[in-house]
């Protein structure tokens, strides 16, 4: 986008285009349509901090490739979520150098080291080993948006002696993201030993009377513990975000104190 801009620039500058012409341009470069089924969303990264991500569920795997091969051009990173193993083989057998992790259900063309390049910790527990495909969508979206992850998985109430005894990895964390089932208490018990930011996920793993996330949903916007904030139900992806938000604003707010 920023390249495109300046060419556009410059060609009014050096008067290949009239100022008119430019404008229409530039509104052009808000968008690109693919066909008659998507519109990229080309200037998110600029507005947000964040390029636009795909959501996998719902749309073809002939719909996916387009939008790819379209966001390879315009995007250092290319994520979809909620990719499964059958659509996967499909957009591999097109697009080869695309890579697939598994367990986050998260295919990529991510950039050719991924390495943290923002300050900060992002933290990511889980309550119970069900809960991991909802915390590795969070870890694998955090990591390709270039911050620093570390994992606690398995720590639930039923055994908080597995919590406590990692108090440590609690007080290193700049923000941490909590995913839990059944009925949701982790986060509340994080956040009460916490210094951070606690970002709730509630999963849908649990028995008929989780309501499919609903009961952990509940439990956590109604958690005693302050600090806490909550995302909707299965929402990895959404989290991670919402955490890399909060490091960017310090970060920026760091270097207005500091400038």
Same mark, same amino acid.
């Given at each position: 986008?920023?390249?495109? /801009?300046?060419?556009?620039?410059?060609?009014?500058?050096?008067?290949?285009?009239?100022?008119?012409?430019?404008?229409?341009?530039?509104?052009?470069? *808000?968008?690109?349509?693919?066909?008659?089924?998507?519109?990229?969303?080309?200037?998110?990264?600029?507005?947000?901090?964040?390029? *636009?991500? =795909?959501?996998?569920?719902?749309?073809?795997?002939?719909?996916?490739?387009?939008? =790819? !091969?379209?966001?390879?051009?315009?995007?250092?990173?290319?994520?979809?979520?909620?990719?499964?193993?059958?659509?996967?083989?499909? $957009?591999?057998?097109?697009?080869?150098? $695309?890579?697939?992790?598994?367990?986050? !259900?998260?295919?990529?063309?991510?950039?050719?080291?991924?390495?943290?390049?923002?300050?900060?910790?992002?933290?990511?527990?889980?309550?119970?080993?069900?809960?991991?495909?909802?915390?590795?969508?969070?870890? %694998?979206?955090?990591?390709?948006?270039?911050? *620093?992850?570390?994992?606690?998985?398995?720590?639930?109430?039923? +055994?908080?002696?597995? /919590?406590?005894?990692?108090?440590?990895?609690?007080?290193?964390?700049?923000?941490?993201?909590?995913? #839990?089932?059944? *009925?949701?208490?982790?986060?509340?018990?994080?956040?009460?030993?916490?210094?951070?930011?606690?970002? #709730?996920?509630?999963?849908?793993? +649990?028995?008929?009377?989780?309501?499919?996330?609903?009961?952990?949903? /509940?439990?956590?916007?109604?958690? %005693?513990?302050?600090?806490? +904030?909550?995302?909707?139900?299965?929402?990895?992806?959404?989290?991670?975000?919402? #955490? %890399?938000? =909060? $490091?960017?604003?310090?970060?920026?707010?760091?270097?207005?104190?500091? +400038?």
């Amino acid at each position: 986008m920023s390249e495109s /801009l300046h060419s556009l620039l410059t060609a009014v500058a050096t008067g290949e285009i009239t100022p008119d012409r430019a404008l229409s341009k530039i509104q052009s470069l *808000e968008y690109e349509s693919i066909s008659d089924f998507a519109k990229i969303d080309s200037t998110r990264q600029q507005r947000t901090g964040f390029p *636009e991500v =795909i959501w996998g569920l719902d749309k073809t795997p002939t719909q996916i490739v387009k939008i =790819i !091969q379209v966001m390879r051009q315009q995007q250092s990173v290319v994520m979809a979520t909620r990719i499964t193993p059958a659509v996967y083989a499909e $957009l591999h057998h097109q697009i080869p150098d $695309l890579i697939y992790y598994q367990m986050a !259900q998260i295919c990529a063309l991510p950039p050719p080291q991924v390495r943290p390049l923002h300050p900060g910790r992002i933290t990511i527990l889980t309550a119970g080993t069900a809960d991991l495909p909802v915390a590795e969508e969070a870890a %694998c979206t955090a990591s390709l948006c270039g911050f *620093e992850v570390e994992k606690l998985w398995d720590v639930g109430v039923a +055994g908080i002696h597995r /919590l406590l005894s990692n108090r440590h990895v609690i007080d290193q964390a700049d923000v941490l993201i909590v995913v #839990a089932g059944m *009925e949701g208490a982790l986060p509340s018990v994080v956040a009460g030993l916490a210094n951070c930011p606690v970002i #709730a996920v509630p999963t849908s793993v +649990g028995y008929g009377a989780s309501f499919g996330g609903i009961t952990p949903l /509940l439990t956590m916007l109604n958690s %005693c513990a302050a600090g806490v +904030g909550v995302v909707n139900i299965d929402n990895g992806f959404g989290a991670a975000i919402l #955490a %890399c938000q =909060i $490091l960017r604003s310090a970060a920026k707010l760091a270097d207005r104190i500091s +400038g």
